[in-house]
């Protein structure tokens, strides 16, 4: 089983800046694609980017050129830096990583992007 901590959420004006970490902790042997997906008030969860163990990532055209992700494999750890924030990422930011087959979910970090 493997738990994740996610950090790194709250408020922040349009224009501005956050970043966000996802720890995993708990029976980790591999971790392959780790992501993050998010959850607007009544919309579907979607992805925003991952990131796979060789580096090579994937992003939502709706965040990119703004959005980096990244990850530390030493310490299991999945970041997201969002710059230029809009009020249309308001969300709840949702960590994900795959690992021997199974996916798994953080709880979640609510992102809010005042206008």
């Known amino acids: 089983q493997v738990q994740l901590a996610e950090s790194g959420g709250g408020l922040v004006q349009a224009g501005g800046s956050l970043t966000l970490s996802c720890a995993a902790s708990?029976?980790?042997?591999?971790?392959?694609?780790m992501g993050w997906y998010r959850q607007a008030p009544g919309k579907q969860r979607e992805l925003v980017a991952t990131?796979?163990?060789?580096?090579?990532?994937n992003y939502a055209d709706s965040v990119k050129a703004r959005f980096t992700i990244s990850r530390d494999n030493a310490k299991n750890t999945v970041y997201l830096q969002m710059n230029s924030l809009k009020p249309e990422d308001t969300a709840v930011y949702y960590c994900?990583?795959?690992?021997?087959?199974?996916?798994?979910w953080g709880q979640g970090t609510q992102v809010t992007v005042s206008s």
């Open positions: 994900n990583v795959q690992s021997l087959g199974y996916a798994y």
């Open positions: 708990g029976r980790i042997f591999r971790l392959n694609v």
């Open positions: 990131i796979t163990s060789g580096g090579n990532t």
